[in-house]
């Protein structure tokens, strides 16, 4: 049974840093890409980044330059790190899995929340 758990959400001042965790058990780690998405209160699930598994990286135009998503096969975790935040970055945020083949299998995460305040 593959499970992905993420870790590091928690409250953060505007312009303040945090680093989020997705630790993934199982064997599938290093032929998944994996991602971040979000989803704020009241809007839906959206795109932050991904990370192929051979490190291709795509990112959400509103994250450039203040996210980086990166994937450490031996220890199976996943990070996104996250500067500059701002009030609007306030969401819950999931850890996702996806096989490099038919039928794309999807596998997510519980989700960790991050709430930029002051």
């Known amino acids: 049974q593959v499970q992905l758990v993420e870790s590091g959400g928690g409250l953060v001042q505007p312009g303040g840093s945090l680093r989020l965790s997705c630790a993934v058990s199982?064997?599938?780690?290093?032929?998944?890409?994996m991602g971040w998405y979000r989803q704020a209160p009241g809007k839906q699930r959206e795109l932050v980044a991904t990370i192929t598994s051979s490190g291709d990286t795509n990112y959400a135009d509103s994250m450039k330059g203040r996210f980086t998503i990166s994937r450490d096969n031996a220890k199976t975790t996943v990070y996104l790190q996250m500067n500059s935040l701002k009030p609007e970055d306030t969401a819950v945020y999931y850890c996702n899995a996806k096989a490099p083949n038919y039928p794309y299998v999807e596998i997510w995460g519980q989700g960790t929340l991050v709430t930029v305040s002051s």
């Open positions: 199982g064997s599938i780690f290093s032929i998944y890409a």
